[in-house]
């Protein structure tokens, strides 16, 4: 048995499908069809139930799914020459929040380090996207309660008030509610979170200000730039916001958010998901 069968199998079973399978390795429907009836030929039974083109994991694919998985670690650890789409996988991040992805792409990476795939979507999506194994991990501030996810918590942030310098009263520290009042809150409309979230720390706060949309990030910080508008932005998103004409402020009452990550429960992570958990976890821990 070569090593280089067990990994087709561990590929397929991850999709239970043969055309998924072979677009992330890069090898042909028919050779990994090959390929698994000759491991099925060896070990004796079959591994899959096969419901006309479709497969699906059977109860001694199952049984043996963690094992092949303990392979494929230990093989990358000791460097078995594995073919390229094993060795060097896509991992694939989806995150509800934009500042995520332009954080870890200002980062420097280690040599010879895995380099995720980040994706912006729905919260909705990413988690139906991670169901199917289209994605390896997702970020996002919601707490979804389901046994088939693994969550673990990526990082706490602090919301504040950006707003441009040139509407910053001599010697201010800190904004009553009041004053808070006086000011357009600008919202992103592409950013449905940051619509709510806005709205609910202005309930918090007991205002009622006037509401500006802007289409993206970049329009926002385009009218905080010019004074048309406040923001309430996170502390990850202050880091990435050039600070010389925008400055940032506490709110007159604390208000944190938690950003989460999950996994699915279903499928043990590969060696190279494994690392580049390490990353995002070395990276956004602690950005308060």
Not at 4 to 26: D, R, T
Not at 93 to 104: A, E
């Amino acid at each position: 048995m070569i090593i280089e069968k067990l990994e087709y199998f561990y590929v397929i079973a991850k999709y239970n499908s043969l055309s998924k399978a072979a677009e992330e390795l890069h090898v042909s429907i028919s050779s990994l069809s090959t390929a698994l009836k000759s491991l099925e030929n060896e070990l004796g039974y079959p591994l899959f139930n096969r419901i006309g083109r479709r497969l699906q994991l059977n109860k001694q694919g199952q049984s043996i799914l963690p094992s092949i998985s303990k392979i494929m670690i230990e093989a990358q650890k000791i460097q078995l020459p594995l073919c390229d789409s094993i060795t060097n996988p896509t991992i694939k991040v989806g995150t509800s929040s934009s500042s995520f992805i332009f954080k870890y792409q200002q980062s420097t990476p280690c040599y010879n380090q895995t380099i995720p795939r980040f994706s912006y979507d729905s919260t909705l999506t990413l988690f139906n996207q991670l169901l199917q194994h289209d994605l390896d991990f997702v970020i996002s501030s919601s707490i979804v309660d389901s046994s088939e996810f693994d969550q673990q918590l990526l990082t706490t942030l602090d919301f504040k008030i950006a707003i441009s310098r040139k509407q910053v009263p001599s010697n201010e520290q800190v904004f009553s509610t009041q004053e808070l009042n006086e000011f357009s809150f600008l919202l992103m409309s592409d950013h449905p979170s940051h619509c709510e979230t806005t709205h609910r720390i202005a309930d918090l706060l007991k205002i009622k200000p006037h509401y500006v949309y802007c289409p993206d990030s970049l329009g926002l910080y385009k009218l905080i730039d010019s004074g048309q508008g406040v923001a309430l932005l996170t502390s990850l998103e202050q880091e990435l916001l050039d600070t010389h004409s925008v400055e940032f402020f506490p709110l007159p009452i604390p208000y944190t958010i938690n950003f989460y990550l999950y996994q699915s429960s279903q499928w043990p992570l590969s060696f190279q998901a494994l690392e580049v958990k390490k990353q995002l976890l070395s990276l956004f821990c602690n950005q308060n």
